[in-house]
């Protein structure tokens, strides 16, 4: 009758016990035990680390001394042949005692430094051919994408400066409506680009005086912007408490502002209209005033 071999860490391998009866197996364990131990005493007792003595007994029951090397598999060394064996010895296909049968302790042919040894020869590293392929796509994906990263921060800096702009226009027309005063708006410097700050302007002159209270300050646009005004909105703007922006002679002060980006052209236009509204229109050939 053929006993069935309990397979182990490795399934997809098959023994070659299972054409043995059970007395043969106990017979070809017992042989191979008495050989590996004579082997293992004669042969591959070598030293394991270097400074350090160990001893072992050999078959005619003395000891003898040596020097020990690296840690690896007492049968690193015996033939392919002999380590299978040494394997199949191990397995264990005796039944416990729930009737369950036990697992192999060890069912590879090979020993652990074999394998590392092996796997390290195994191993490719990256040729010549393959590195310049990589580096190829490399350089192919960078000149795509750099110019890319830069329209997108040229677009967001466009956004964000035309919405600061823009808050600041209709804050000062929303206060002057609420606060039943006049609220102006002046470049710092004498530049638009340079900021601006939005005033109650108690004097109706459009300019900040010391006495008058700052409501918002605005920082700078981008360093790559431009930020200008036509004649009418030139120096100022006041927006009256009827929500009107208006020049200091009573004139409605319907004006235009060019944001525009130094690199590429692109901008905006900003309108301001006789009721004190703002629009905004996207071109493509900005220029400034």
Known sequence: MPVTVIQGRYPDRTSSLDRFAPSEIESIQQQTRLRLRSVLTHQIAKPRHSNTQYKCQNGNGHHQFGQRKSKTSPHANLPLEMRRQ??????SIHSEADGRRRKPDDWYPFSRSNR??????????LSLVELLVTLSIVSIVLLVAVPGMGRLRQGQELASSLSMLRGSLAYARQEAIRTGSSVSITPKQNSWRNGWQVFLDTNHDGILQEHERVLRD??????ALSLTGNTPVQNYIRYTPSGRATLINGAYQMGTFALCHEDDGKGYMLRINNAGRVSSVAVSDCEAF
């Open 86 to 91: 040494y394997s199949l010895a191990r397995l």
């Open 116 to 125: 590392r040894q092996e796997a390290m020869h195994t191993s490719k590293g």
């Open 218 to 223: 605005a920082p700078p646009v981008g360093p």
